[in-house]
Nanobody, 117 residues
Framework: QVQLVESGGGLVQAGGSLRLSCAAS????????MGWYRQAPGKQRELVAT???????NYADSVKGRFTISRENARNTVYLQMNSLKSEDTAVYYC???????????WGQGTQVTVSS
C-alpha cells in the first residue's frame, strides 16, 4: 500500500512558476515509475511527466522545456517544477506511483493549479 500526498498548487499568473511536491508513505526506491498527470474541466486525465527509479524521465510534448520532474529519495518525494506557465496548464494535478513488486498503481488526491491570463 502507498499513500501519495500532493502539495504546492495554487493560483499564479501566466508566465509564472510553481513547484508541486508528492510525498510518498514509503521509500520511493520501490515505486517506479512515479509521475504527474493532470485533468482539466471537461477533459480526460493526461500524462504530464514520469520518472523512474533510475532517473529516466518522460514528458508530454506540451510541457517539454517548461516543466521538470525530479525525485529526492531521502525525502521520499517527487517534484514537478513548472515554469513559464500558461492558462492551458490550468488543471487538477495528480501524483501517481506504481509499486514495483506488484504493479499496483496509486494516486494522490490532487492539487489545483490555476493560471490566470
Amino acid at each position: 500500500q502507498v499513500q501519495l500526498v500532493e502539495s504546492g498548487g495554487g493560483l499564479v499568473q501566466a508566465g509564472g512558476s510553481l513547484r508541486l511536491s508528492c510525498a510518498a508513505s514509503r521509500s520511493i526506491f520501490s515505486i517506479s515509475p512515479m509521475g504527474w498527470y493532470r485533468q482539466a474541466p471537461g477533459k480526460q486525465r493526461e500524462l504530464v511527466a514520469t520518472i523512474t527509479s533510475g532517473g529516466s524521465t518522460n514528458y508530454a510534448d506540451s510541457v517539454k522545456g517548461r516543466f521538470t520532474i525530479s525525485r529526492e529519495n531521502a525525502r521520499n518525494t517527487v517534484y514537478l517544477q513548472m515554469n513559464s506557465l500558461k492558462s492551458e496548464d490550468t488543471a487538477v494535478y495528480y501524483c501517481n506511483g506504481v509499486l514495483s513488486h506488484s504493479g499496483m498503481s496509486y494516486w494522490g488526491q490532487g492539487t489545483q493549479v490555476t493560471v490566470s491570463s
